[in-house]
């Protein structure tokens, strides 16, 4: 099977950074959009940044020119750099991704999530 797991996730100061990665592993043919979502206590999840397979990219508005999605094909992972981290940045961090097994089929994984909290 395919799974995802973040890591990263971590008590920062604000004003801080951290470097959230998303790992896939099984039996993969091809991993093609990822997003990184968040979701905090009582808010609807919402998606924090998208990268397709060729690499284009797209941000929600309260984390641009602040976060930045990168992912490396050749480990099958997917890296969310995060900057000038913000209390209302707070939040459980998953990481969803389209991915083509090995059988040729497409589905859509969900990690368990990461925890980025940041202190005022």
């Known amino acids: 099977q395919v799974q995802l797991v973040e890591s990263g996730g971590d008590l920062v100061p604000a004003g801080g950074s951290l470097r959230l990665s998303c790992v896939a592993s099984?039996?993969?043919?091809?991993?093609?959009?990822v997003g990184w979502y968040r979701q905090a206590p009582g808010k609807q999840r919402e998606l924090v940044a998208h990268?397709?397979?060729?690499?284009?990219?797209n941000y929600a508005d309260s984390v641009k020119g602040r976060f930045t999605i990168s992912r490396d094909n050749t480990k099958n992972t997917v890296y969310l750099q995060m900057n000038s981290l913000k209390p209302e940045d707070t939040a459980l961090y998953y990481c969803?991704?389209?991915?083509?097994?090995?059988?040729?089929?497409?589905?859509?994984?969900w990690g368990r999530g990461t925890q980025v909290t940041v202190s005022s």
């Open positions: 990268i397709t397979s060729g690499g284009s990219t």
């Open positions: 969803n991704a389209d991915i083509v097994r090995l059988d040729l089929r497409k589905y859509d994984y």
């Open positions: 099984g039996r993969i043919f091809s991993i093609n959009a």
